[in-house]
């Protein structure tokens, strides 16, 4: 149990292009989906959290009209790069929250990998 | 300033040679501490969640410890397949569910 996809797994784009990566929770309903970067050799860094039905949450630094956020479902949460430029290149993680033995655990999904020239 | 080290950044091992990883953590408050298993370019799988001093928990060769300051994740006898990156992430008392506040991590290179 507790599965959570992403697609695409690896997408390079021109610059100046935008790109929509999908989080899918499989196999249970996610309220709180969460979006993650990571550069190489680097910890995991949230970028946002993404509340089904209302407005995603963008932590400090994270530029919301660049990495748009629409979680339109229990089970689905999209972020969209805009004008992706290299700088954005990036390993993206979505994880979705869920209740495993009385305690909330994140799963994450397989990660999608940017590359932008 | 919360804060997690994990160290060391990297351990080779022969197959067979057990060790253990540190994960020491500075926060304000915690809420529960979390170790994960990365292969390279995958998303982090999930192993252990800690929510006390004192507690364990153990997963086939692996096995995981808490105290107030830090979290060891021991491995016994370990073989290649245990070879990927571990990471440790602490939640904060009173913060949102992502606010996973996440170490560099330790990769672990296990020799046959």
């Known amino acids: 149990g507790a599965v959570v996809s992403q697609h695409p797994s690896w997408v390079i784009c021109k610059s100046g292009t935008s790109v929509k990566i999908e989080c899918r929770s499989l196999?249970?309903?996610?309220?709180?989906m969460f979006w993650y970067r990571q550069f190489p050799k680097q910890s995991l860094m949230l970028m946002a959290t993404?509340?089904?039905?209302?407005?995603?949450?963008?932590e400090q630094g994270v530029e919301k009209d660049k990495f748009l956020i629409n979680h339109a479902s229990l089970t689905l949460s999209t972020l969209t790069v805009t004008s992706a430029h290299p700088e954005d290149s990036s390993f993206y993680i979505c994880?979705?929250?869920?209740?495993?033995?009385?305690?909330?655990?994140?799963?994450f999904g397989p990660g999608t990998r940017l590359t932008v020239l | 300033e919360d804060q997690v080290t994990q160290s060391p950044e990297a351990l080779r091992l022969q197959e067979g040679e057990s060790s253990s990883l540190n994960c020491s953590y500075t926060?304000?408050?915690?809420?529960?501490l979390f170790w994960y298993r990365q292969d390279p370019g995958k998303g982090p799988e999930f192993l252990f969640t800690l929510y006390s001093a004192g507690e364990e928990k153990e997963k086939e060769r692996l096995k995981a410890t808490l105290t107030k300051k830090e979290s060891f994740l021991h491995i016994t006898a370990p073989k290649p397949e245990d070879s990927a990156t571990y990471l440790c992430a602490v939640q904060k008392r009173g913060g949102s569910q992502g606010n996973l506040i996440f170490g560099k991590g330790t990769k672990l290179s296990v020799k046959p």
């Open positions: 993404s509340n089904e039905g209302s407005k995603a949450t963008y």
């Open positions: 994880s979705a929250g869920a209740v495993a033995g009385g305690r909330d655990t994140q799963y």
């Open positions: 926060v304000s408050g915690l809420r529960g």
């Open positions: 196999d249970f309903q996610a309220t709180t």
